[in-house]
């Protein structure tokens, strides 16, 4: 019997884009809704501590802070990337790009 899988939304459809992207990446090992404490990360690269989070909304608008995390995240090392959702989705390529460029960043100041 076949399955009916019910349609993505928007946001998991940019999700599964992004993911997408990011597993092709050649040596970088990204994880996807990784957990952290008491958090959920969108996506992370343990390696060279970069921590990648979406968000909902338009760019300019209010969003909630998480400073608990945030700060728990930064005492362990890692780099938060803020992306729009809207931004990634009008954009994927240059979101890679920006991604890519950051983690080159790191590595570079990993092997100093």
């Given at each position: ?99 890519k460029t950051v983690l080159q ?8």
């Amino acid at each position: 019997m076949l399955k009916r899988h019910r349609p993505l939304g928007r946001d998991a459809s940019v999700e599964n884009r992004l993911w997408a992207r990011l597993r092709a990446l050649e040596g970088f090992r990204f994880r996807r809704k990784s957990p952290f404490r008491t958090f959920t990360l969108d996506f992370v690269e343990h390696e060279h501590r970069l921590v990648i989070a979406l968000l909902d909304g338009e760019p300019g608008k209010a969003q909630p802070v998480h400073i608990v995390r945030d700060r728990l995240l930064n005492e362990q090392g890692y780099v938060i990337l803020r992306l729009w959702k809207t931004e990634v989705t009008d954009n994927l390529s240059g979101a890679v790009h920006t991604i890519k460029t950051v983690l080159q960043d790191l590595a570079a100041h990993d092997s100093l």
